[in-house]
């Protein structure tokens, strides 16, 4: 069953860059905060915009009532590049409930690897930097087969691919956050009242695209 239009728009959001020529449209919430930070790993070589993603995780993550929790500390302390290694040592940090974390710590391992590899399937185009890939294949049937794997089927299916996210992002609210905990923000919200970098500001600009 394809994704109905509220979940498209979700999934669209989700492997977003979130930079300011791309500001979320919709409420933010959980599953933004690991698509932010899953950005500010891949940032972990440009100062500027891994402190501009920062600077989005914290202001989102206090957006949604988690500051004082072991995740935010996570987020405000760990090295861009090591957010998503880390990630499953969170039922360690700040929690009554050692009796358990062990299992979490493994069960948030394999969800966060599971959503990496959607992620990277959802932005391959991003690392394209000069040309399609496949472009220089001088054997046409062959470089044919690769255009249509990439262009047609990776592109078309992935809007069901993407729908794994969604769960994903629930599952794993309830094993770092707790049963229960859902909240979302407008991104007006956040920029006013949370110091969310605001995406028209000259400077919030030049600190993203190194200007």
Known sequence: M?????????????????GPDEPPKLPLEFGDLLSILWRLDQSAADQGRATYYRRCALA???GLGLKGRSLYKLIDVTAPGELYVHLPNAPYRGTARLIDAQDRKAAIRQLASLRLDVLRVGTYQDSWGVSWPGSGIMDTDLRERVFAILFTALQGQ???????????DIVLADLLLGMGHYHEIELHDLITQYHYPAFNDPKVRSLF???
Do not use: C, M, W
């Not at 979940?7 to 492997?15: D, G, W």
């Not at 992935?158 to 729908?163: C, E, I, V």
């Open 209 to 211: 695209y190194g200007g």
């Open 2 to 18: 394809a994704p109905n239009s509220t979940e498209k728009a979700r999934i669209i959001q989700l492997v977003s860059t979130y």
């Open 60 to 62: 989102l993550a206090e």
């Open 158 to 168: 992935y809007d069901n691919f993407g729908r794994l996210l969604l769960v994903l």
